[in-house]
T-cell receptor, first 113, second 111 residues
Framework: AQSVTQLGSHVSVSEGALVLLRCNYS??????LFWYVQYPNQGLQLLLK??????LVKGINGFEAEFKKSETSFHLTKPSAHMSDAAEYFC???????????FGKGTRLSVIA | DSGVTQTPKHLITATGQRVTLRCSPR?????VYWYQQSLDQGLQFLIQ???????AKGNILERFSAQQFPDLHSELNLSSLELGDSALYFC??????????FGQGTRLTVV
Protein backbone atom coordinates (compact mmCIF):
# COMPACT_ATOMS: atom_id res chain seq x y z
CA ALA A 1 0.00 0.00 0.00
CA GLN A 2 1.14 3.51 -0.68
CA SER A 3 2.29 5.69 2.15
CA VAL A 4 3.67 9.16 2.62
CA THR A 5 5.98 10.28 5.39
CA GLN A 6 6.40 13.93 6.23
CA LEU A 7 9.34 14.51 8.53
CA GLY A 8 8.56 17.07 11.20
CA SER A 9 5.01 17.83 12.27
CA HIS A 10 6.02 21.43 12.96
CA VAL A 11 8.67 23.55 11.26
CA SER A 12 9.50 27.08 12.32
CA VAL A 13 11.52 29.50 10.18
CA SER A 14 12.34 33.18 10.29
CA GLU A 15 10.86 35.54 7.74
CA GLY A 16 13.18 35.61 4.72
CA ALA A 17 14.77 32.25 5.52
CA LEU A 18 14.71 29.12 3.40
CA VAL A 19 11.69 26.86 3.78
CA LEU A 20 12.30 23.11 3.47
CA LEU A 21 9.48 20.66 4.11
CA ARG A 22 10.34 16.99 3.70
CA CYS A 23 8.26 14.29 2.06
CA ASN A 24 9.11 10.67 1.32
CA TYR A 25 6.76 8.28 -0.40
CA SER A 26 6.49 4.58 -1.04
CA UNK A 27 5.10 3.49 -4.35
CA UNK A 28 5.82 0.52 -6.56
CA UNK A 29 5.16 2.46 -9.75
CA UNK A 30 6.07 5.97 -10.89
CA UNK A 31 3.58 8.03 -8.95
CA UNK A 32 1.80 11.31 -9.17
CA LEU A 33 2.95 13.54 -6.32
CA PHE A 34 1.37 16.66 -4.90
CA TRP A 35 1.80 19.32 -2.28
CA TYR A 36 -1.29 20.95 -0.86
CA VAL A 37 -1.58 23.88 1.56
CA GLN A 38 -4.31 24.39 4.12
CA TYR A 39 -4.89 27.75 5.77
CA PRO A 40 -6.92 27.87 9.00
CA ASN A 41 -10.58 27.01 8.53
CA GLN A 42 -10.14 26.45 4.83
CA GLY A 43 -9.95 23.56 2.40
CA LEU A 44 -6.83 22.18 0.76
CA GLN A 45 -5.34 24.17 -2.09
CA LEU A 46 -3.01 22.62 -4.66
CA LEU A 47 0.50 24.11 -4.50
CA LEU A 48 2.16 21.98 -7.15
CA LYS A 49 2.16 18.56 -8.78
CA UNK A 50 4.60 16.10 -10.31
CA UNK A 51 3.25 13.99 -13.17
CA UNK A 52 6.44 12.49 -14.69
CA UNK A 53 7.44 15.47 -16.78
CA UNK A 54 10.18 17.71 -15.33
CA UNK A 55 11.63 16.53 -12.03
CA LEU A 56 11.82 20.10 -10.70
CA VAL A 57 8.31 21.40 -10.36
CA LYS A 58 7.37 25.02 -9.78
CA GLY A 59 4.16 25.91 -8.03
CA ILE A 60 2.27 28.88 -6.77
CA ASN A 61 3.51 31.45 -4.25
CA GLY A 62 7.18 30.80 -5.09
CA PHE A 63 7.25 27.18 -3.94
CA GLU A 64 8.97 24.39 -5.82
CA ALA A 65 9.65 20.70 -5.29
CA GLU A 66 12.10 18.21 -6.73
CA PHE A 67 11.22 14.61 -7.49
CA LYS A 68 14.12 12.27 -6.66
CA LYS A 69 13.27 8.71 -7.58
CA SER A 70 16.46 7.25 -6.08
CA GLU A 71 15.57 8.79 -2.71
CA THR A 72 11.78 8.39 -3.10
CA SER A 73 11.53 12.00 -2.02
CA PHE A 74 9.56 15.07 -3.05
CA HIS A 75 10.70 17.85 -0.74
CA LEU A 76 9.08 21.28 -0.89
CA THR A 77 11.21 24.42 -0.82
CA LYS A 78 10.88 28.16 -0.97
CA PRO A 79 13.95 30.43 -0.98
CA SER A 80 12.51 33.13 1.25
CA ALA A 81 9.67 32.63 3.74
CA HIS A 82 6.91 35.17 4.06
CA MET A 83 4.54 35.62 6.97
CA SER A 84 1.66 34.62 4.72
CA ASP A 85 3.25 31.17 4.20
CA ALA A 86 2.25 30.13 7.71
CA ALA A 87 -0.13 27.20 7.18
CA GLU A 88 -0.37 23.41 7.19
CA TYR A 89 1.29 21.63 4.27
CA PHE A 90 0.37 18.17 3.05
CA CYS A 91 2.27 15.89 0.71
CA UNK A 92 0.16 13.36 -1.22
CA UNK A 93 0.72 10.50 -3.66
CA UNK A 94 -1.42 8.52 -6.04
CA UNK A 95 -0.56 5.66 -8.42
CA UNK A 96 -2.83 6.64 -11.29
CA UNK A 97 -5.09 9.47 -12.22
CA UNK A 98 -8.20 7.86 -10.84
CA UNK A 99 -7.19 6.41 -7.48
CA UNK A 100 -7.55 8.18 -4.15
CA UNK A 101 -4.80 10.48 -2.95
CA UNK A 102 -2.89 9.20 0.06
CA PHE A 103 -1.79 12.01 2.35
CA GLY A 104 1.00 12.46 4.81
CA LYS A 105 0.17 13.67 8.31
CA GLY A 106 1.02 17.25 7.45
CA THR A 107 3.64 19.78 8.53
CA ARG A 108 2.65 22.99 10.23
CA LEU A 109 4.86 25.86 9.08
CA SER A 110 5.31 28.83 11.39
CA VAL A 111 7.05 31.98 10.17
CA ILE A 112 8.66 34.21 12.77
CA ALA A 113 9.07 37.92 12.17
CA ASP B 1 -12.34 28.99 -5.58
CA SER B 2 -11.78 25.28 -6.34
CA GLY B 3 -15.17 24.81 -7.96
CA VAL B 4 -16.14 22.12 -5.44
CA THR B 5 -19.09 23.11 -3.25
CA GLN B 6 -19.86 21.55 0.10
CA THR B 7 -22.89 22.18 2.28
CA PRO B 8 -23.42 22.86 5.07
CA LYS B 9 -20.24 24.56 6.29
CA HIS B 10 -20.99 23.82 9.92
CA LEU B 11 -23.18 21.23 11.58
CA ILE B 12 -23.85 20.68 15.27
CA THR B 13 -25.83 17.64 16.26
CA ALA B 14 -26.38 15.29 19.16
CA THR B 15 -25.04 11.80 19.69
CA GLY B 16 -27.14 9.11 18.06
CA GLN B 17 -28.40 11.40 15.33
CA ARG B 18 -28.00 11.11 11.56
CA VAL B 19 -26.72 13.83 9.21
CA THR B 20 -26.18 14.22 5.47
CA LEU B 21 -23.30 16.14 3.95
CA ARG B 22 -23.55 17.28 0.36
CA CYS B 23 -20.92 17.83 -2.30
CA SER B 24 -21.12 19.25 -5.82
CA PRO B 25 -17.97 18.47 -7.82
CA ARG B 26 -16.25 20.70 -10.35
CA UNK B 27 -17.96 20.85 -13.70
CA UNK B 28 -16.77 17.88 -15.79
CA UNK B 29 -15.22 15.93 -12.90
CA UNK B 30 -16.51 12.36 -12.67
CA UNK B 31 -14.74 11.27 -9.47
CA VAL B 32 -15.76 12.34 -6.01
CA TYR B 33 -13.75 11.51 -2.89
CA TRP B 34 -14.67 11.93 0.75
CA TYR B 35 -12.03 12.52 3.42
CA GLN B 36 -12.23 12.94 7.18
CA GLN B 37 -9.76 15.26 8.91
CA SER B 38 -9.25 15.06 12.64
CA LEU B 39 -6.42 16.19 14.89
CA ASP B 40 -5.35 12.69 15.87
CA GLN B 41 -5.92 10.84 12.56
CA GLY B 42 -4.96 13.43 9.98
CA LEU B 43 -6.59 13.20 6.54
CA GLN B 44 -8.25 9.82 6.16
CA PHE B 45 -9.73 8.65 2.88
CA LEU B 46 -13.27 7.39 3.32
CA ILE B 47 -14.73 6.51 -0.07
CA GLN B 48 -14.57 7.29 -3.80
CA UNK B 49 -17.26 7.35 -6.45
CA UNK B 50 -16.70 7.49 -10.18
CA UNK B 51 -19.57 8.37 -12.47
CA UNK B 52 -22.14 7.04 -10.03
CA UNK B 53 -20.37 3.83 -9.06
CA UNK B 54 -18.38 3.11 -5.92
CA UNK B 55 -14.72 2.89 -6.97
CA ALA B 56 -12.68 2.59 -3.78
CA LYS B 57 -13.26 2.29 -0.07
CA GLY B 58 -10.98 3.45 2.69
CA ASN B 59 -11.42 3.71 6.43
CA ILE B 60 -15.16 4.25 6.30
CA LEU B 61 -17.22 3.04 9.24
CA GLU B 62 -20.28 0.86 8.68
CA ARG B 63 -22.39 3.65 10.19
CA PHE B 64 -21.32 5.86 7.28
CA SER B 65 -22.50 5.56 3.70
CA ALA B 66 -22.30 7.60 0.54
CA GLN B 67 -23.70 7.77 -2.94
CA GLN B 68 -23.21 9.70 -6.15
CA PHE B 69 -26.26 10.77 -8.10
CA PRO B 70 -26.79 10.98 -11.90
CA ASP B 71 -26.00 14.71 -11.84
CA LEU B 72 -22.67 13.69 -10.16
CA HIS B 73 -23.28 15.39 -6.85
CA SER B 74 -22.56 13.21 -3.84
CA GLU B 75 -23.89 12.81 -0.34
CA LEU B 76 -22.19 11.36 2.71
CA ASN B 77 -24.57 9.99 5.32
CA LEU B 78 -23.37 9.63 8.89
CA SER B 79 -25.63 7.81 11.34
CA SER B 80 -25.67 6.83 15.02
CA LEU B 81 -23.24 9.65 15.57
CA GLU B 82 -20.67 9.48 18.33
CA LEU B 83 -18.55 12.19 19.92
CA GLY B 84 -15.54 10.79 18.10
CA ASP B 85 -17.13 11.50 14.72
CA SER B 86 -16.58 15.21 15.27
CA ALA B 87 -14.22 16.26 12.50
CA LEU B 88 -13.84 18.17 9.26
CA TYR B 89 -15.26 16.28 6.30
CA PHE B 90 -13.87 17.16 2.91
CA CYS B 91 -15.10 16.35 -0.53
CA UNK B 92 -12.73 16.42 -3.49
CA UNK B 93 -13.24 15.87 -7.19
CA UNK B 94 -10.97 14.92 -10.08
CA UNK B 95 -10.84 13.43 -13.59
CA UNK B 96 -9.56 13.78 -16.09
CA UNK B 97 -6.71 15.68 -14.40
CA UNK B 98 -4.59 13.74 -11.86
CA UNK B 99 -4.90 16.38 -9.14
CA UNK B 100 -7.92 16.56 -6.89
CA UNK B 101 -9.72 19.77 -6.03
CA PHE B 102 -11.08 20.17 -2.54
CA GLY B 103 -14.15 21.86 -1.17
CA GLN B 104 -14.07 24.08 1.91
CA GLY B 105 -15.25 21.23 4.11
CA THR B 106 -18.07 20.64 6.56
CA ARG B 107 -17.19 20.96 10.22
CA LEU B 108 -19.23 18.44 12.16
CA THR B 109 -19.54 18.79 15.90
CA VAL B 110 -21.29 16.01 17.81
CA VAL B 111 -22.39 16.99 21.32
Amino acid sequence: AQSVTQLGSHVSVSEGALVLLRCNYSSSVPPYLFWYVQYPNQGLQLLLKYTSAATLVKGINGFEAEFKKSETSFHLTKPSAHMSDAAEYFCAVRDSGNTPLVFGKGTRLSVIA
Amino acid sequence: DSGVTQTPKHLITATGQRVTLRCSPRSGDLSVYWYQQSLDQGLQFLIQYYNGEERAKGNILERFSAQQFPDLHSELNLSSLELGDSALYFCASSSPLPEAFFGQGTRLTVV
